[in-house]
């Protein structure tokens, strides 16, 4: 392996930008040296900026490339699993955005794949990175509250996204409940056994003349006796909300919102203070970052990555139990996904 990790891209879009931008100039271990993208005319004087000089449509080059370590996976979810059977072919260690697929028999099949090659899989679940959440995560696994009885998380956002994404999106709960699942598991440290949905189109009517909802309350039990419920809805007027809530035999401990600043003015007509964050770029914008570097120190250390793929997998399976509860109106048990 060359002296500093050797990257390729896979998709420049919002998010691949905010990825190799990161590592150019937060990783220094590692460079992005290959972008593809189907729109690659439209990105070269982005990459030239960031000093990426191989700019292709086609990610076949990327892994043709026998100097490139890794790839990022950041282009559409429908590419996703093939991508990762073609670089653990290629030999690259690989980290792949959420999800992995919609289609579990895919998803397995990649993480096949995955293994015989022996390379590392990171899956892009940024939140547990997020330095409140981090701590919260620590505090339980030091036992400070004791055993965990309720997980509550609150999850926002500021406005629904357009309804062409919304059609090819998968559905609210595995675009983005997807992200609630991820944290209960790491939060309880237990598997999710069983999970009833409830939800409505009560934002726009267009999100329901598409085929998805965009309100919804999703109650979890745990392997561990624990219990959760989650509630999300597709506009926020008062910006992007995420609060977490752990209670435990022995306390509890709360996450609240990100502010664009925590200062406070008091006055005899009360307190007043600023906006919440405006979306997941800019309140996540340090985690972007820690879960990258984690992503590079797997492959520089050959430490596990600290988002596997069994985590790409198990969000997807709540996500499809939850589907599935909200059309049949009852509980429906992990394990008969």
């Not at 909802?213 to 419920?229: Q, W």
């Not at 120190?297 to 509860?325: C, F, H, N």
């Amino acid at each position: 392996m060359s002296k500093k990790l050797r990257i390729g891209l896979i998709g420049a879009g919002r998010i691949g930008r905010v990825h190799a931008e990161n590592i150019r100039f937060s990783v220094p271990e590692a460079e992005v040296v290959a972008v593809a993208d189907l729109y690659n005319d439209k990105i070269k004087d982005w990459a030239l900026s960031l000093g990426i000089k191989n700019v292709f449509s086609d990610s076949s080059k990327i892994m043709e490339d026998e100097d490139i370590d890794a790839v990022l996976i950041c282009s559409s979810t429908d590419t996703h699993s093939s991508l990762i059977v073609e670089a653990a072919r290629a030999g690259k260690h690989i980290f792949c955005e959420k999800p992995i697929d919609f289609d579990l028999t895919k998803i397995r099949e990649a993480l096949k794949e995955v293994e015989k090659a022996g390379v590392k899989l990171q899956v892009g679940f940024q939140r547990r990175f997020d330095p409140s959440f981090r701590k919260a995560y620590e505090l339980i696994g030091q036992g400070k509250i004791g055993d965990i009885h309720l997980i509550k998380i609150t999850s926002r956002d500021p406005q629904p996204p357009p309804l062409d994404y919304i059609k090819v999106s998968g559905g609210l709960f595995l675009d983005m409940t997807i992200h609630d699942f991820d944290m209960a598991r790491y939060l309880s440290r237990s598997e999710v056994t069983e999970v009833y949905a409830l939800g409505g189109v009560l934002v726009d009517e267009a999100i329901g003349e598409a085929g998805d909802i965009d309100t919804a309350i999703v109650t979890l039990k745990f392997a561990n006796g624990a219990l959760g419920v989650i509630d999300n809805s597709r506009r926020s007027v008062y910006g992007y909300d995420q609060r977490v809530e752990v209670f435990g035999s022995q306390g509890c401990i709360m996450v609240g919102n990100d502010k664009l600043t925590h200062t406070v003015l008091s006055t005899a007509e009360g307190f007043l203070s600023d906006r919440l964050q405006h979306f997941f770029m800019e309140r996540y914008r340090q985690a972007y970052i820690e879960e990258i570097k984690a992503f590079v120190e797997s492959i520089l250390q050959d430490k596990e990555p600290p988002v596997t793929g069994i985590d790409g997998l198990e969000p997807v399976l709540i996500g499809l139990a939850a589907k599935r509860s909200l059309v049949e109106g009852r509980p429906v048990p992990i394990e008969r996904v």
